[in-house]
């Protein structure tokens, strides 16, 4: 089998904590993974999600990443996830969210240059509370940790902080200083030095692979792969598709069969977030975009409901599946009510516009607030990022250090469409396209294999208080096993 030192090579009993937990802020959706050591080197798999979020009456691995505040800004009852969208649309529904704080998906803001403490964002509702991006951070990270004690101590009670041991991971893109100062907002979050280590998430990834490599693929076909990429000098391609971005990091075989990344670049509106925007545009091009918009101003709940549903039902389409079969979706009742409103002059129905005005009048059909899609409708709005994603991996696959790439490998949450995954197979016809089991937790799995496999020996703290303003509170580089 290929070696690498992401392959996992549990440490012994004696030099680890009893709990593991990895907490994953990720750009559109966050969540957080523990494992029990004692479990996790009995078969080197065992790793345990927290328990599922819901949403209306769908249950997911992770919640988007939002964070309502009240109208005066405290961080005091601050609501979370899942649970910050449903209150913000309930205060829409009451006629009072006017002055509600919303983030949502502020990770983004650390790609960008010169963030520090200081650096402020702009809240999505009001679009002139203005919070510092830290504070903001610092409470998620708190609100995952409390989530992962409280599940922990579920199954053993008499787990104490100094049972566990806390893995972040970062994305490679980050500047240093960007790393630094997140590991400084988990030290203040509660976590302990000690008892923390960082990782990148293209490390984190590649270690969760070849460990779903080495476990939970048939011998022959273990053979076949470990051949393709553990060549010398060979290289495999991480696609790391997320809600919003395309992550790629090229890594190349080293003479010692171990991976060293050579490249790697992002890039935003090119994830699954933009499959539902041009979801909203064909909505637009049916009923009209003034309907929509409406509905976005004056019913925010249903809305989101709407979006919602979408999200959650756009994964159950196959590549397989017929064109022609219908994908049936219910719309809210407030657009029929907004058009009679908007269109009363010139439409008796919402059916009689799709006849006249779109160019989906052939593959669509609306039966009272039921709209009937063809699959093919819905493929192609899969192929119109798909195309952008298949032109942003050839423009990479011509640097240099980008030759000889031989597989590609598929991770993060919108890898784990089967429609993306095929896609990216037809367009690459040439390469191996690894895809592992729930690509949109690698990160946070492999994050925890390698917190297993690693001798953590942080360097000593500093003394004193901890201080978020000085630089010597701050460890001086990122912990890698690359």
Known sequence: MFRSKTIIQPRAEQETSSVLVTLDIGDTYSGYAY????????????IHMNDPWVREKHMTHKTCTSLLLEPDGKMTGAKYGYEAETEFAGKFMDGCSQEYILFRNIKQEFYKDGVNFETE??????????KPLCDITLALLRFFREKA???IRKRFAAITEDDIFWVLNVPSAWKQETSLLYRDLAIEAGISYRRLQIVTEPEACLAYVMQYLRRRIPSKEKERISGIISLFDARVMLLDLSGDAATLSVHRVSGDKTFKMVYQTRSHKKGSSQVNDQFLLFLS??????????????????????????????REIKPDTNDTDLFSFKLPYQIEETFKDLYKEEYRTITQRIKEKSVFRDRVRYDRDRLHVEIS????LFDIVLN?????????LKMGPCARIVSFILVGGFSESKLVQAGIKKRFPEMEVIVPETPE????????????????????????????????????????VM
Do not use: H
């Not at 952008?388 to 990479?396: D, S």
């Open 35 to 46: 494992t029990y050591t004692k479990d996790f080197m009995e078969d080197g798999w065992t």
């Open 121 to 130: 964002i702009t809240d999505v509702n009001t679009k002139v509370q203005k």
């Open 149 to 151: 004690i409280e599940r």
């Open 285 to 314: 091009n049916l009923i009209g975009e003034d309907i929509i918009r409406a509905l976005e101003k004056d019913y925010v709940d249903d809305y989101m409901a709407m979006c919602d549903e979408f999200e959650m039902r756009k």
């Open 377 to 380: 409708v819905l493929k192609d």
């Open 388 to 396: 952008k994603i298949e032109v942003f991996i050839r423009n990479v």
């Open 441 to 480: 937790l690698a990160i946070m799995k492999g994050s925890l294999m390698l917190a297993v496999q690693k001798e953590t020996r942080p360097p000593t703290p500093p003394s004193g208080k901890f201080q978020r303003e000085t630089e010597q509170t701050v460890i001086s580089k990122i912990c890698s």
